[in-house]
């Protein structure tokens, strides 16, 4: 029997931290993000991405990860919900496996739509050293693979709280492979 997808802790910080703080629910707004959340807009936040230009879309205003790779490093690493800068953790879905496009409905009325892959930096050392390393792997082609969560724009606004179910709609047309954003 295949475990139901839900919402395990949701988190935000205000400031550009690596962890994010619990909180008992969130708000997320349509086009924006999380309310109160460092990345919250509808054009890029993420530092470096600013530098580079800082007109590109918000393709990164949610980021979710699920509680399944904390299990996965528990003998290496001590690893609770929002440390590693999550707004959402998750528990019975397969994230990584995710077609672009698919749609998360969580809690009465969001709707996250999966835009990516989230590419871990080197910050995560800094909070727990060797953990970079840990959150990345290759498959049988040598291609890496990303294990520290994804990305996604809010569709519909809506509360979101831990307990809640995610329902997932995969996009219709092809499956398209998550790609780093």
């Known amino acids: 029997m295949e475990k ?3 919402v395990i802790a949701v988190s935000v910080s205000g400031k550009h931290t690596f962890s994010k703080e619990n909180k008992e629910r969130i708000n997320l707004v349509t086009g924006l993000g999380i309310e109160g959340d460092a990345h919250f807009g509808s054009t890029v936040k993420h530092r470096s991405r600013v530098l580079k230009d800082p007109n590109q879309p ?3 205003q949610v980021h979710l990860i699920h509680q399944e790779l904390f299990e996965e490093l528990k003998d290496r690493f001590h690893l609770t919900p929002g440390q590693m800068g999550e707004n959402i953790t998750t528990a019975g879905l397969d994230l990584l496996r995710l077609s672009e496009g698919t749609l998360l409905y ?3 009325t969001a709707v996250v739509k999966v835009t990516g892959l989230r590419n871990p930096c080197a910050q995560i050392d ?3 050293p060797g953990l ?3 959150v990345l792997d290759k498959d049988e082609s040598g291609d890496v693979i ?3 969560g994804i990305m996604g724009i809010v ?3 809506g509360i979101v709280k831990p307990g809640d179910a995610i329902r997932v709609v995969p996009p219709s047309g092809p499956f398209k492979k998550l790609k780093r954003v």
């Open 126 to 128: 800094h909070f727990q």
């Open 155 to 157: 569709c519909e606004s």
């Open 132 to 134: 970079l390393k840990a």
């Open 4 to 6: 139901e997808a839900k």
């Open 58 to 60: 918000n393709l990164r």
């Open 106 to 108: 969580l809690g009465e």
């Open 146 to 148: 990303r294990k520290a």
